[in-house]
């Protein structure tokens, strides 16, 4: 007889993973606070409750989420099977009716007859075979268990989140390769770590301009941060004075451009977010921009006039774990492999990367409670490049990510246009992924 499994958290996440490690036949319990103790953001007691957006973004497989839910629809996910149940008219986008979506998973997941849905706050984390999908509003006695367990530093609790671009939108000809006071020349630094956009003073002056009349995102209660220095969104630094950003995340010191020999009157820095060179991080710039003034304002930017935006910046609360440093490939405890984490608590981004790592969490579970090892897919699937950014993002500048086409390897054969190139990604993922899928049966 299987053991028994733990599933901490009733959303998306949780839900999935319920429901798959059921089907393949383990007793489960499924714990949800709710409504014994609710929090800032639910409105009701049902699981799988969508609190922002209603939408699961786009079902095209030449979009990176529409590949993503291709590839969760090869795993049989409950969750996208509640959404087309559920689904609006919203083009190609995955929009749903968020009260019928919930009540389908909800009601499926209470009519398992080997799911027990317990409604209790889980204050430590559980010793046997479990999955931690408590999101971001993670309660402060389990954050605080998971701190504890996983070491000082392991739980972050704001998110600070700047804009990543892709590299191919990056003008090549504005844009100089160095560190400040030419730290790549040192010995043991890293070639390559960086790229500076230089800016001239009245370009400076009216890039200040349009950051400080951006209009902002104007979160939910839940979402709302105490400014700190580790999370200052770069419109509110700028509206401290017009230089203050010149002396904080754009200083120039250290850096001469080589097409002029001098030193810019401000610098944008992009580090590099992947060991590939595909995606780069706007470093400093945290930002509550909506989205279209986002765009608006990076573009503004010398090198930057025509970005490809794989993630937009945020600001939020957001209880999550630095994965590449605390948790296995798998995305369990080191020490306790079968106690799995799944959905935004480990450090992914959305409603469609939050079910997909409830999937994982499951199917591993249940390879390694018949004795198997733990899987992940090949990295040429969204997926599995998704759990190969949070195996290998550096610790020290860990970021929540969502999916994009920057996780992926280059094609084998170089295609320049974007809209073939990407119908190329998914012809290769989806391919891996049913070529994956016999290893798990």
């Known amino acids: 007889m299987s053991a028994e499994v733990t599933v901490v958290g009733g959303g998306l996440a949780g839900s999935e993973a319920a429901f798959q490690l059921a089907e393949r036949g383990h007793a489960v319990v499924l714990h949800e606070m709710r409504p014994v103790r609710g929090t800032a953001a639910h409105h009701t007691d049902r699981l799988a409750e969508l609190v922002c957006s209603n939408t699961f973004k786009s079902t095209e497989t030449s979009n990176a989420h529409g590949l993503l839910k291709a590839e969760m629809r090869l795993l049989g996910s409950l969750i996208l099977e509640g959404a087309d149940a559920a689904r609006v008219a919203a083009g190609s986008a995955l929009a749903v009716d968020r009260d019928l979506f919930s009540g389908f998973v909800h009601d499926r997941v209470h009519a398992h007859p080997r799911i027990r849905v317990e409604r209790d706050e889980v204050t430590t984390i559980p010793e046997g075979p479990a999955v931690i999908a408590t999101g971001p509003l993670t309660s402060d006695a389990l954050a605080e268990s998971i701190g504890a367990r996983l070491g000082v530093g392991s739980l972050a609790f704001y998110d600070a989140i700047a804009p990543i671009v892709a590299v191919e939108s990056i003008d090549q000809e504005r844009v100089f390769a160095a560190s400040r006071w030419d730290k790549e020349t040192m010995a043991g630094a890293e070639a390559g770590a960086y790229l500076n956009c230089p800016m001239t003073q009245p370009e400076y002056d009216a890039f200040i301009d349009a950051l400080i009349a951006g209009d902002q995102f104007t979160a939910h209660a839940f979402d709302e941060v105490p400014y700190f220095d580790g999370c200052m969104p770069i419109e509110e630094i700028a509206r401290r004075g017009r230089e203050s950003l010149r002396h904080g995340p754009m200083k120039p010191v250290g850096l001469k451009d080589p097409r002029t020999g001098q030193r810019p009157w401000a610098v944008v820095q992009l580090r590099r977010e992947d060991r590939a060179g595909r995606m780069w991080n706007l470093v400093g710039f945290q930002t509550r921009l909506r989205i279209g003034e986002q765009q608006k304002v ?27 440093a605390a948790l296995t490939p798998h995305l369990s405890l080191k020490d306790a492999p079968m106690v799995c984490f799944a959905g935004q608590v480990t450090g992914v981004e959305g409603y469609t990367e939050s079910t997909a790592t409830g999937i994982l969490a499951a199917v591993n579970l249940d390879r390694m409670l018949r004795g198997a090892a733990p899987v992940v897919p090949p990295p040429s699937t969204m997926l599995g490049a998704l759990y190969r950014y949070l195996r290998e993002a550096d610790p020290a500048h860990f970021q929540p990510m969502n999916a994009n086409f920057g996780l992926l390897d280059e094609l084998e054969v170089p295609v320049k246009k974007k809209d073939l190139k990407r119908e190329r990604f998914a012809e290769r993922a989806l391919a891996a992924m049913r070529d994956w899928l016999p290893t798990i049966a």
């Open 298 to 324: 990076v573009r503004s930017i010398p090198g930057l006039a025509h970005a490809e935006f794989l993630r937009f910046g945020s600001i939020h609360r957001n209880a999550y774990v630095n994965s590449p």
